[in-house]
Structures are given as structure tokens and as C-alpha cells.
């Protein structure tokens, strides 16, 4: 299995560097003609997954400030050269997220074997990184390349910045206030922390904060 870890190069010229360097092997999959749209009713959850696109599985993990609209800028190119597959984690998007407890790994790997395509190339950006990890350790059969970007990782020791900014972020929510914990998330994780809203492009504000107002973990 080949891991491949950055976000420097284009996510689609990276996984054909890999197939064409003999670094992975997908397994061609059924053709799917048509978009698919479900709700994956899997153990305990109804898991919003996105199929379109026919060839080698690829299946896209979003991050954790957004669900997987994060992935529009990249979806055509991607079902017109493979069968791709996005999802929303559980609590993110339009999955549900039952009281039960839960792990997005395990979430993940039945999602993998309801798909039945064998093993998938798995691109996945920071909390999503994580998740993507986590199903290559534990089960690397149904793993054939990883492309991450900004992977999380397990007992990674984060900045007194960052840890300020969870706290802030846990302020709002506990005073009902969405939209200032939206600004927090925002202000860390788009803008940075040497860059103002301004020089941000303000499309991409908008639609992470959309994400963000539906994440419900």
C-alpha cells in the first residue's frame, strides 16, 4: 500500500502518478452510469454517501470543519475518470448521528464492505486524514493507496492557539451562540492565524460556514 501524504499537488495528478508509477492497483469496479445519491442505512446509522462516475474506487473523506461539499471543485474531474464516493460522516452533513457511541473508523470500514468494490483509494483532508488512517491500520484489505492532506494524528500535542480557540468555540455553543462558534472555526482553520477574513476569498467562507452550521457532533 502506498501512502502518499501532502497537499502540495493536485489530488487527481497525484493518484495517476501512483497507478501509472505501479505504486497501487485498483481493482476496476462495476460501471455506475448514473449518480447515486443515498442515505447508507448501516449499523446504528443512516450514513449520506454520493456515488457517480464508473472505473477504480475512489472514496473521499471530508474534513472536520466540513462534510462532503467539500469536494464539489473536485467531483467532475473525478467521476469522469473513476467511480467516486463521498460521504458525511456521521453528526456531519446529512447523516444522522444516534446517541449510541460511535467511531467514524468503524463507520467507515462498513461503508467499505456495503460497497463491495474491493479495495478503494481513500483521499481524506485533516480530521478526515485521520479516519482514513485509522481503517488503513486496522483494515488494510480494503485499502489501496491513501492521498492525504493535513492528515490529524493520534496524541498530536496542539498549540496553546489552538486549544484557546476549542475553548472559545465551546463558549459559544454553550451560550446558544452558532454563528460566534462558526467565526471561531472559521478564523482558525480558513483564514489562519497571520491572514484577516479579507484576504480570504469569501465563497470559500460562506460555504465552509454553511458546512459548519450543520455539523452536529
Not at 48 to 67: M, N, R, S, T
Not at 78 to 93: E, P, Q, S
Amino acid at each position: 500500500m502506498q501512502i502518499s501524504h501532502g497537499g502540495s499537488r493536485g489530488l487527481l495528478s497525484a493518484m495517476r502518478s501512483l497507478i501509472l508509477q505501479g505504486r497501487c492497483s485498483l481493482r476496476r469496479a462495476s460501471p455506475v452510469t448514473r449518480r447515486e445519491a443515498v442515505a447508507a442505512r448501516l449499523p446504528g446509522v443512516d450514513l449520506y454517501v454520493d456515488v457517480a462516475g464508473e472505473g477504480a474506487p475512489v472514496v473521499f473523506v471530508h474534513a472536520g470543519i466540513c462534510d462532503s461539499r467539500m469536494w464539489e471543485p473536485q467531483w467532475a474531474a473525478f467521476t469522469a475518470a473513476y467511480r467516486a464516493v463521498r460521504l458525511d460522516l456521521r453528526g456531519f452533513g446529512r447523516s444522522s448521528l444516534p446517541p449510541e457511541p460511535y467511531s467514524h473508523g468503524r463507520d467507515l470500514v462498513a461503508l467499505l464492505e456495503r460497497l463491495g468494490t474491493g479495495p478503494v483509494a481513500l483521499v481524506a483532508a485533516s480530521y478526515g486524514g485521520g479516519v482514513a488512517l485509522e481503517v488503513a491500520v486496522a483494515r488494510p484489505d480494503l485499502v489501496a493507496a491513501l492521498v492525504l492532506a493535513d492528515a490529524a494524528l493520534p496524541g498530536h500535542a496542539w498549540s496553546d492557539e489552538v486549544k484557546a480557540s476549542w475553548a472559545e468555540e465551546e463558549a459559544a455553543l454553550e451560550r446558544g451562540d452558532l454563528d460566534a462558534a462558526v467565526e471561531v472555526n472559521l478564523r482558525m482553520w480558513v483564514d489562519g492565524r497571520r491572514r484577516p477574513p479579507r484576504a480570504v476569498d469569501p465563497t470559500v467562507r460562506e460555504r465552509v460556514g454553511e458546512m459548519l452550521s450543520g455539523v452536529k457532533v
